[in-house]
């Protein structure tokens, strides 16, 4: 449970075409290196994941490229996290993120959260609003479902469920997609992983 869980940290990142040197067999070691964690975190191998980690320090000496670097601490968050080293976790989770663009929703909701996890509400408040303003001035120029769902769950860190809901209830009356419809139909199950997860790693919504 706690691997599907994790979804929240781990699988917000972005993942574009690389460019660099060595490009071919860079992306064989990278395949590996996935290959690697998740069999480890599957088969709660932790040789297998101690390996993985000793290729993940390799891949970093020589990867200079932002999509090689993300996906690399993507890999080592998630071995972190299967050994049960949680701050460790968050810390590669977090120069995961760091690699995206400084106004991407994904990394200012990891950013809400890495505050709300230290009790700094004021920072915490802070990349709330700016991920709920990003997504507003994205959605007034189009609709977007992505940035409709970012807005969802910054709305869902500050205020809680109920009022995140009211949101998706109002987006459903003005854009009824597929999409958002079954958003709805699983929203307990939704807030139910989310309030999991937020337990798990000590985190209490802003209000």
Same mark, same amino acid.
């Given at each position: ?96 993120? #760091?690699?995206?663009?400084? %106004? ?8 809400? $959260?890495k &505050? *709300? !996890?230290?009790?700094? /509400? ?16 994205s #959605?007034?120029?189009?609709? %977007? ?8 769950? $910054?709305? &869902? *860190? !500050?205020?809680?469920? /109920? ?7 109002e ?8 999409? #958002? ?16 997860? *937020? ?9």
């Amino acid at each position: 449970m706690k691997k599907i869980l994790y979804f929240f940290i781990v699988f917000v990142l972005i993942v574009v075409c690389a460019k660099g040197q060595n490009t071919e067999n860079l992306n064989t070691l990278r395949d590996s290196l996935a290959k690697m964690v998740l069999w480890g975190t599957l088969r709660n191998d932790t040789t297998k994941l101690e390996r993985a980690l000793k290729l993940s320090d390799f891949l970093l000496s020589i990867d200079t490229t932002n999509i090689g670097k993300r996906d690399c601490y993507r890999n080592r968050s998630m071995i972190f996290f299967s050994l049960g080293h949680m701050d460790e976790a968050m810390a590669n989770a977090e120069y995961a993120v #760091l690699t995206l663009q400084a %106004n991407n929703p994904l990394r200012l909701i990891f950013m809400s $959260a890495k &505050y *709300l !996890r230290e009790h700094n /509400k004021d920072s915490a408040a802070y990349y709330i609003e700016k991920t709920i303003a990003v997504c507003d001035s994205s #959605l007034n120029e189009e609709y %977007n479902e992505d940035m409709a769902i970012n807005k969802i769950k $910054a709305i &869902y *860190l !500050r205020d809680g469920e /109920k009022k995140a809901k009211i949101y998706l209830s109002e987006l459903l009356r003005t854009h009824p997609s597929p999409l #958002l419809k079954a958003f709805k139909e699983d929203w307990d199950e939704w807030v139910r992983m989310n309030n999991e997860e *937020l337990k798990l790693m000590n985190i209490k919504i802003l209000r």
